[in-house]
Nanobody, 124 residues
Framework: QVQLVESGGGLVQAGGSLNLSCTAS????????MGWFRQVPGKEREFVGN????????LYADSVKGRFTISRDSAKNTVYLQMNSLKPEDTAVYYC?????????????????WGQGTQVTVSS
C-alpha cells in the first residue's frame, strides 16, 4: 500500500508562484512514474503533467507548459510541482498520483494511488 500526501497549496496572487510537494510512504515511488492532476467542482479531473520513473522525461498539459515544472527526489520519496506565472484559471484542488508503470499517460485510469489533494487558489 502507498500513501501519498500533498502539501504546499494556498492562496497566491496572479503571476505568483507555488511549489507543491507529494511525499510517498508505505512503499517507494521507484520505479513508477508520478503524475499531477487538478480538479475544480463540477468538472473532471484534469491532467497537469507527469514525470517518468527516473526523472529523465516529463510530459505537460498544454495549458501549463512553460509555466509548471515537475521534478522528483527519489531519495526523499518526493515529487514536486513548481508552478510559476499562476493564473486564476489554475485555481483547483491539485492531486498527485502514482502511475502503474515506468511511464505515465494523461488518463486518470493509468494511475493507481492518489493523494488527498491540496487546494490552490489564484486571485486576480
Amino acid at each position: 500500500q502507498v500513501q501519498l500526501v500533498e502539501s504546499g497549496g494556498g492562496l497566491v496572487q496572479a503571476g505568483g508562484s507555488l511549489n507543491l510537494s507529494c511525499t510517498a510512504s508505505g512503499r517507494s515511488m521507484i520505479p513508477y512514474a508520478m503524475g499531477w492532476f487538478r480538479q475544480v467542482p463540477g468538472k473532471e479531473r484534469e491532467f497537469v503533467g507527469n514525470i517518468n520513473w527516473n526523472g529523465a522525461s516529463t510530459l505537460y498539459a498544454d495549458s501549463v507548459k512553460g509555466r509548471f515544472t515537475i521534478s522528483r527526489d527519489s531519495a526523499k520519496n518526493t515529487v514536486y510541482l513548481q508552478m510559476n506565472s499562476l493564473k486564476p484559471e489554475d485555481t483547483a484542488v491539485y492531486y498527485c498520483a502514482r502511475a502503474s508503470g515506468y511511464y505515465g499517460g494523461r488518463r486518470v485510469g493509468e494511475y493507481d494511488y492518489w493523494g488527498q489533494g491540496t487546494q490552490v487558489t489564484v486571485s486576480s
